[in-house]
């Protein structure tokens, strides 16, 4: 009998001690209220997609799939989503408004999802948090909105491999934390912006579009690392782009159409990588090239004369690099 009343004892207690157990809450949510609805209204958009499968209400919005939470507001702080193997083949329609009410939100990423169409939306231009706004590898079309300039924090933006068109927008200069921009490989049109930027210049990639006219002399007052507008129909002298003052290290300029004298350009020490291939560049190559450490050098099709300098990296670049200009010889090609 003592044994029997003190198993039930026993029981007893343990159940109490369970029941006092907290429980799980939505009152212990991490994430905020405002921001859960917001993402259920943007999944809700995307015709509720596999890749937001794990956004259902009864969970913690912060443990939920491509997003994640501040851990000192629990506000959410990134959205970013990708196609491929992150699984993001089926998401399809447009960028909600929506978006534009997460006010905490710094990292937004949108990639490789073909069946994202439509416009930038003008309610990005709320997110005054964001850093990175990266739409790339997608349908997207019409301009590159102006109003992006109003995110008066955004260090990285990439618009890359869309259907964008139109001009490129002055404003875009007035971002002074801008560290790089990319609106490669669209169909963008008009010449490059003359740009006058107040912070430290970024690194810029225009390549790949329909792009005319002569790149702006306000280009050569500043210090950039790289710089890329390859495939474009660009005209005129960017020998001003060159000078022992600065420290540019990544250049491509090739396939336009640029037309200047190389024989007297006097090319920064910090180059490493210079493309200026498939232009209208005349004159000879100067002998200040061979004190340079370039990993990659292509000067072909062009209209450029005389021997290549012998000495530093020139003659480890196989023939590739010189051949098809107008008079150009001296090894690697051949002798003069």
């Known amino acids: ?49 596999y890749i937001l499968a794990s956004w259902v209400p009864t969970y913690d919005c912060c443990d939920w799939y491509v997003v994640e939470c501040d851990r000192t507001t629990n506000r959410i702080n990134s959205l970013t989503l990708f196609g491929g193997v992150q699984g993001g083949g089926n998401l399809s329609g447009q960028i909600p408004a929506a978006v534009g009410d997460l006010p905490f939100l710094e990292t937004l990423i949108l990639h490789k999802l073909s069946n994202l169409t439509g416009t930038i939306p003008p309610a990005i231009a709320k997110l005054s948090h964001l850093k990175t706004l990266w739409l790339s590898w997608t349908n ?14 955004l260090t990285f933006l990439d618009l890359s491999f869309n259907d964008l068109t139109g ?4 404003e875009l200069s007035l971002l002074k934390n801008l560290a790089g921009i990319r609106l490669d490989r669209n169909k963008l049109t008009g010449p490059i912006p003359d740009w006058r930027f107040t912070g430290n210049a970024p690194d810029i990639n225009l390549s790949h579009n329909k792009l005319t006219g002569q790149i702006p002399e306000s280009f050569g007052y500043y210090n950039y690392t790289r710089l890329d507008f390859s495939r474009n129909m660009l005209t ?21 159409t640029f037309e200047f004298n190389m024989s007297n350009v006097v090319f920064p020490a910090s180059l490493i990588s210079v493309y200026l291939n498939h232009n209208r560049i005349f004159g000879s190559l100067p002998a200040g090239l061979t004190a340079l450490e370039f990993q990659f050098l292509n000067v072909s099709y ?14 480890s670049f196989d023939a590739t690099s010189y051949f098809h200009n107008r008079c150009l010889c001296g090894a690697p090609l051949t002798a003069c």
């Open 140 to 153: 997207l079309t019409g301009p590159v909105p102006s109003f992006l300039s109003q995110l008066k924090n």
């Open 1 to 49: 009998m003592k044994n029997t009343t003190s198993s039930l004892l026993t029981l007893s207690l343990l159940l109490f001690l369970f029941l006092s157990l907290p429980t799980p809450s939505l009152s212990a949510e991490r994430c905020n209220p405002h921001d859960k609805k917001v993402l259920l209204q943007i999944k809700q958009s995307f015709n509720n997609p």
């Open 167 to 170: 001009s490129i927008p002055m």
């Open 302 to 315: 062009n209209r450029l004369c005389g021997k290549i300098p012998v000495g530093g990296k020139l003659q």
């Open 236 to 256: 005129g002298d960017l020998s001003f782009m060159f000078g022992s003052n600065k420290t540019v290290q990544i250049v491509d300029f090739s396939r336009n």
